[in-house]
T-cell receptor, first 119, second 107 residues
């Protein structure tokens, strides 16, 4: 069974850093593009970042570019999101998502990890 | 950034109704368009990718179509489990962008 499980969420003060992790199981990580998508409380979905299978292609939302860094360790079946200079508006449920079996689209979603940025 | 204008924002419908939701892209995105369903407290679920390809396991009452920069999700015969919020996503050009969402409510 395909599973992605996020961890690392919590309460953090504005300006601080946090690192999210995503553990993949039930599939071979290096066969898939991976994504982070977030959802602020009561709001819609916002794409955050995408990394391709060998980390050669990476994309970021304008709202996080320069502050967030996506990375992956295929040997450890893990995806990461390093979040620096956090802002109140980064408060959201962060989903790790595996890419599609036949394309880059986000396909298999985790349950999310909540980040609350507040003083 | 490519803007995805999704409409309507919400709609009220009854079981058995045919429901149509539209996303318009501000520029060409080829067929790199996906549709998701989200229920309260749950992660989104992929319904359609590549504009019109039904994801494995998704009921055939869901369908997607494209005409230029206009994309449509149709639920042919609404079932009780289909009351949810639906989002489109363009994955053609960074930054990728979601539509604002359409909440399908009970009439």
């Amino acid at each position: 069974e395909v599973q992605v499980v996020e961890s690392g969420g919590g309460l953090v003060q504005p300006g601080r850093s946090l690192r999210l992790s995503c553990a993949a199981s039930g599939f071979t990580l290096d066969d898939y593009v991976m994504h982070w998508v977030r959802q602020a409380p009561g709001k819609g979905l916002e794409w955050v970042s995408t990394i391709n299978e060998n980390s050669a292609s990476i994309g970021y939302a304008d709202s996080v570019r320069g502050r967030f860094t996506i990375s992956r360790d295929n040997a450890k079946n893990s995806l990461y999101l390093q979040m620096n200079s956090l802002r109140v508006e980064d408060t959201a449920l962060y989903y790790c998502v595996r890419g599609g079996s036949s394309g880059w689209y986000p396909e298999s979603w985790g349950q999310g990890t909540l980040i609350t940025v507040s003083s | 950034a490519i803007r995805m204008t999704q409409s309507p924002f919400s709609l009220s419908a009854s079981t058995g109704d045919r429901v149509t939701i539209t996303c318009r892209a501000s520029q060409g995105i080829s067929n790199h368009l996906a549709w998701y369903q989200q229920k309260p407290g749950r992660a989104p679920k992929l319904l359609i990718h590549t504009a019109s390809t039904l994801q494995s396991g998704v009921p055939s009452r869901f369908s997607g179509s494209a005409s230029g920069t206009d994309f449509t999700l149709t639920i042919s015969y609404l079932q009780s489990e289909d009351f949810a919020t639906y989002y489109c996503l363009q994955y053609d050009t960074y930054p990728w962008t979601f539509g604002q969402g359409t909440k399908v409510e009970v009439k």
